[in-house]
């Protein structure tokens, strides 16, 4: 085995999604079911970015990770807050690697900066951070202490952050917490991965709203990802909506990114009704069809939609 994504925790999807900004959108990173839970394959040649080729080392090896990607609200298995570490790894009879899968409640987290003052570790980085500690658990390193594993981790974490153009961390420090960063630093330049797969291409919504780590970008994620699949009878439901999308996306985002009144525009009269549209078919999906009204509801509904 190699490395594997907690499958019933519900968070699988955001915890790929962070693998693949760690690959920086590599189309080689691929998942699929593995039992309950959901294999992470790494194919192809080592890659030469750092953080990419430990990626690609931890998921070509014969030791058995497990990522559990915990709601932000979560307990370790030892009882430990997951908000109060981010992330963490504990070897028992897998390697397993704690991530809290929803950033503080999408508030984030920070760490010191190398240049004084407390910088953001958005969670891509927060994973390099400890997907190094799961490489020096694996490679071990003889003779080094726990401080010594310590400081690797950030020389690792400090080398992705450089890769991404993200200040750097203070060498010797481990303290992190939820939190503002005192030093405003430039966002996480989140990839979008050239193939069809968990990580959308939400352009429009990402340009609109701002930050990629948003709520309502996440949660727009999600849905978009749950549903495209989504089919009644043989008609796909929404991926005609989302081929137009996929297509105009990268095209419109740049103009509206540039225009704040045209961003303005965009959030109001397409990115919010989209994300409502999405919510609604949550919530039909979610609603069992016993009673027949409900039913004939949602059946007028999705043919008023079809025709549309
Ligand atoms: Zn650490």
């Keep these: 085995m190699t490395i594997r994504i907690k499958g019933d925790l519900g968070t699988e999807k955001e915890i790929f999604d962070i693998l693949v900004q760690v690959a920086r959108c590599d189309p080689l990173l691929t998942t699929g079911r593995y039992y309950a839970d959901w294999k992470v394959n790494y194919a192809g040649s080592k890659p ?30 030892d009882g430990t807050p997951i908000i109060s570490i981010g ?4 070897v028992g009879r897998d390697i397993e690697l704690y991530f809290d899968a929803y950033d503080a409640f999408y508030q984030g987290y920070i760490v010191d900066g190398a240049q004084g003052g407390t910088i953001s570790i958005p969670p891509p980085v927060l994973m390099v951070h400890e997907l190094s500690h799961v490489y020096h658990t694996v490679h071990t390193m003889a003779g080094k202490t726990q401080m010594d594993e310590e400081i690797q981790a950030i020389v690792v974490e400090n080398a992705f952050r450089g890769q991404v153009g ?6 010797d420090s481990h303290w992190g917490a939820p939190g503002v960063p005192s030093r405003p ?9 050239p193939y069809q797969g968990w990580n959308c291409g939400c352009h429009i919504a990402t340009a609109a709203i701002g930050a990629p780590s948003a709520r309502s970008i996440v949660e727009f994620q999600r849905a978009v990802k749950e549903f495209e699949t989504w089919t009644v009878g043989e008609t796909p439901l929404l991926r005609p909506l989302l081929d137009a999308y996929q297509l105009f996306g990268p095209l419109v985002a740049a103009d509206v990114r540039a225009d704040p009144v045209l961003r303005a525009d965009m959030l109001r009269d397409v990115v ?5 549209l999405l919510r609604v078919v949550r919530v039909c999906l979610d609603t069992p069809p016993e009673d027949p009204r409900v039913a004939a509801e949602i059946a007028h509904a999705v043919t008023t939609y079809r025709v549309a």
């Design 48 to 77: 030469a970015a750092a953080a990419a080729a430990m990626l690609h080392d931890l998921c070509n090896n014969d030791w058995s990770i497990v990522i559990f990607g915990y709601p932000s609200d979560a307990n370790c298995p």
């Design 87 to 90: 992330g963490g790894t504990a």
């Design 166 to 171: 993200l200040p750097a961390r203070k060498s």
């Design 185 to 193: 630093s430039p966002p996480f330049p989140y990839c979008i991965a």
């Design 272 to 276: 919010r009704p989209a994300h409502q």
